[in-house]
């Protein structure tokens, strides 16, 4: 279950001296591995002033595959063994991506680096392992190569928000919770309310009447059907739903995956999306495979949904399963609340995760938490990130990407 967290001095908007608002280029890059994601956020970490441009760029192969091998590195790397190889060979090739992207977004806006006053990188995450009794302190990464990116933007860069949280002994997630909560004053939403992102892994934020949040990790939502569809075909996702559409959901699968103990844990708790396994469908079709993994992203989000100490008198959407209408069709059955899409409360549904980590870049700059104890389970309301700047002009240049 989750809990709550007031809008205490650690997080009252207004509650610290006024600082300016930054204009913030925020990116991101899901499990996906589809684009890079980037928007520009006027903001000083607590209130939202304006939203710049926002855009994709997708990923190259040659990316993609490099990413791909450090998740696999990543997955077969001992606790307390040297970082693998792989690791720096992704980073450098995910800052380049970064700075790729960079480039031409801020190109067709009719933007320059000079415009900007920070930039915040998510970084691609290739292992997330939260704690367990066993086990204390979980380890999280998120690669890139920070300061390649601020020497060729010439901008501070900030970076490694998950860290610092996971290390004090927190899940690392979520982090969004804070920036949805922003999101939800600028709007002039009342709660209850739930904001639910459906990435590779869901997660929902409660904002309550009073401003409080609470926030978790629902279960695995895009990740695994995306994985899933991979294995069998050359597509990277179930377009539309449709295959899921076609096929019959396998009511045995389907128990045999909620059977597991992630969700009767209280929360705060986060996921990996490999936390759960693809072999249990394995003798499925393509379609009713894809139907099952679909029923199971939305009772796992039903579930979290129902654990929270405020039932939301309204459900928004963002990421991408919000295009998934198999998904949402599911989710809406088992709830009793409205579902509707980012859009329908003018957010920029495709953006918001890049949205959050300028917000967050900007919190870390003016030394606000990130992080607190009823959203990733920190042992106190946390600042995170570190910030590179860029050498002086006299310095050389990095290599082209």
């Not at 991506?97 to 933007?111: D, M, S």
């Not at 654990?307 to 928004?316: C, S």
């Not at 890049?354 to 967050?360: G, S």
Request: some cysteine; charged content about 20%.
């Amino acid at each position: 279950m989750g809990a709550r967290v007031g809008m205490g001095a650690s997080y009252r908007a207004g509650a610290m001296a006024v600082k300016a608002a930054m204009k913030v280029l925020g990116f991101m890059t899901g499990t996906s591995l589809d684009a890079v994601d980037m928007a520009v956020l006027d903001t000083d970490g607590e209130t939202i002033a304006a939203f710049g441009p926002a855009g994709e760029r997708k990923l190259d192969a040659a990316t993609r595959a490099l990413v791909e091998a450090a998740i696999v590195a990543g997955r077969a790397w001992a606790w307390g063994a040297p970082l693998p190889a792989a690791f720096g060979l992704a980073a450098r090739a995910v800052a380049q991506a970064h700075l790729a992207a960079a480039r031409g977004f801020l190109a067709e806006h009719g933007l320059t680096a000079a415009d900007l006053d920070l930039v915040g990188v998510h970084g691609q995450t290739v292992l997330h392992e939260p704690p367990t009794p066993a086990r204390a302190r979980g380890r999280t990464v998120q690669l890139i190569d920070a300061a390649l990116v601020a020497r060729g933007l010439g901008l501070p860069v900030a970076f490694d928000f998950r860290t610092a949280d996971v290390a004090a002994g927190g899940q690392g997630a979520p982090l969004a919770p804070v920036y949805h909560a922003a999101l939800a004053r600028w709007s002039g939403l009342q709660g209850p309310v739930a904001v639910l992102n459906l990435g590779g892994v869901g997660n929902v934020t409660l904002i309550a009447p009073d401003g409080g949040i609470e926030a978790c990790d629902t279960g695995p939502a895009n990740g695994m059907i995306d994985l899933w569809v991979q294995s069998r075909t050359d597509r990277r996702q179930d377009e539309d739903g449709r295959l899921a559409r076609a096929g019959r959901v396998d009511q045995s699968v389907l128990a045999a995956y909620l059977a597991h103990p992630y969700f009767t844990t209280r929360g705060p708790k986060s996921l990996d999306r490999f936390d759960f396994s693809l072999d249990p469908v394995a003798a499925l079709s393509l379609e009713d495979g894809a139907a099952t993994l679909t029923a199971f992203a939305a009772e796992a989000v039903a579930i979290g949904l129902r654990a929270l100490t405020i039932q939301p008198r309204r459900v928004i959407v963002c990421g991408g399963g919000r295009h998934n209408p198999a998904l949402l069709e599911s989710i809406r059955t088992r709830i009793d609340a409205p579902v509707d899409a980012a859009e329908a409360v003018g957010w920029r549904g495709d953006s918001i995760e890049a949205e959050a980590f300028a917000y967050l870049a900007a919190r870390t700059a003016n030394a606000l938490p990130i992080s607190f104890p009823r959203t990733t389970g920190a042992p106190a309301p946390m600042t995170g990130g570190r910030i590179v700047k860029p050498p002086p002009p006299s310095a050389s240049p990095p290599p082209p990407p």
